[in-house]
């Protein structure tokens, strides 16, 4: 949780840049790279955002974190495709009885979805690192997401970390109590626990509606206001795309 | 064939702790080509756009509906980021949620709730992704969450005692969820591979931690429906998941 809450303490120029066009640059990088067939694309990418994380120095907890699972997801289909899909065969041995072979082509095929992974990782971990959640949800809402997606997003956001210190107090007091002890008993902990924080959510969307209608809700809620896009920053990234759509084509 | 079927056996006794189980249900970022992206898109876009018109319908009516929406969405995204010890795979993995809130708002609502879940985890956390978010609306929202409803209100047809019917309810969604998930990956996976194979494989792959985990996303439901029959009946009712002649005064 303290990952999700450093996010928008970043102060770089990537953090100034317009949402919209941060978000858009995104998904135009993301849908080249998960349509790229090979290696040198993604890897480039990764390089850039890397090198972009780099620049708005991310600490080393919260970039490792971000990126150990996605690591080990990519390791793992590298293996399933090594050893379970392929014609070429690369080595072959006998192991306790169990000949294992390996496929060049499977690891070939395994590699490239790794670093489409990671290439794509990359690239939304460098938008995360670099934008807060209410700029996020305002350019959603430019990009006309439905509002009420939106504001199911904001409020969502909004409430997952006093739910998440409900549940942690929740949780304390089962274990200290021994709550835990045994399968069946942190079963039934577990039950009263997920039960303790709907009925939570259900008294809290109540004095939230009421606190909210005092100060004027009629079941619209404000999104953040848009300043004018700045023509540098469009241009610069139109740009930036258009070399990294050459780059796509030509690599 | 014998020999791939030991590999398959060897591998997938090792697999299980090294595979990050921890966000299994989720699909990675990137993971899925373009098309395979694109299609689970176009598969998902019409349950969230159902999940939207009756939240919109509802919430035009009810002023509280977003902020108890929007909650339990957070709840949602609490559990499925919930770590839980799997002892027979080594290693944690974590609930769906989806099971609790298909029993409570619907199938529609659930779905909803779990898009929006899923892309919060999967801007800020790396948990999924935004090109397979489609994918894992597919699963988790559309799979889970319609498995969970149906066999809840199956088993409450059939005069099943509520927590039984809630604890199958999240049993079978989460099961339903691992295995959308692994049809969805084989297939983005495969290339030129068959798909079945792949499919028992990475099917197989997280038996370990799956099996033991839909048996507390099982208990995890049945637990909340138990405490809210107790305590607040009258939300069982308000959410028709009772009908009011079965809530004892």
Known sequence: MHVFRDIDKQNSWLSAMDARV?????????????????????????????????????????????????????????????????QEALFSARFAGITITGYTDGLREG???????????????????????????????????????VEILMFAYRYIFVIFEDAQVIYTAQKNRLGYAGVRRGLVSFGT????????????????????????????IPMLQHRPFRPLEVFVSILTVCVVGVAWKIL | MRNRL???????????????????????????????????????????????????????????FKPLVGLLAAVVFIISCMPVPVPTAGTCSHPCGTGISAVLLGPALSILIASAALLIQALFL??????????????????????????FKFLRVIKM????????????ADWATYLTTSAVLALGIRGDAPFLPLFWKISAAFIPAQLPLGILEGAMTAGMVVLLYKKRPDLLVKMRVLKPEEVTP
């Open chain 2, 6 to 64: 030991a590999v398959s056996l060897f591998t997938f006794h090792f697999l299980p702790c090294v595979v990050p189980s921890a966000y299994a249900m989720h699909i990675s970022e990137g993971i899925l080509p373009f098309n395979w992206a694109a299609l689970w898109f176009a598969v998902a876009a019409p349950f969230v756009a159902w999940g939207l018109l009756r939240f919109n319908k509802i919430s035009s009516v009810d002023l509280s």
């Open chain 1, 22 to 86: 941060k978000l858009v640059f995104a998904l135009a990088v993301l849908c080249m790279v998960i349509s790229y067939k090979g290696f040198a694309f993604p890897l480039m990418v990764l390089a850039c955002c890397l090198g972009g994380c780099l620049m708005i120095r991310v600490p080393l907890r919260k970039f490792l974190l971000r990126f150990s699972e996605p690591m080990l997801i990519a390791s793992v289909v590298i293996i399933l495709k090594f050893f379970f899909s392929g």
């Open chain 1, 193 to 220: 626990l997920a039960g303790s924080l709907v009925l939570k959510a259900f008294e809290r969307s109540h004095a939230i509606t009421v606190s909210m209608i005092q100060r004027g809700y009629d079941g619209n």
């Open chain 1, 111 to 149: 590699l490239a979805i790794a670093c489409r992974i990671m290439g794509a990782v990359s690239v939304m971990a460098l938008l995360g690192f670099t934008t807060s959640f209410t700029d996020l949800m305002s350019a959603l809402s430019w990009l006309r997401v439905p509002k009420g997606f």
């Open chain 2, 161 to 172: 005692n509520i927590s039984i019917s809630a604890f199958m309810a999240g049993l079978m």
């Open chain 2, 126 to 151: 790396a948990h999924g992704g935004l090109s397979t978010w489609g994918a894992d609306i597919l699963s988790m929202g559309v799979v889970g969450s319609i498995t969970g409803f149906l066999v």
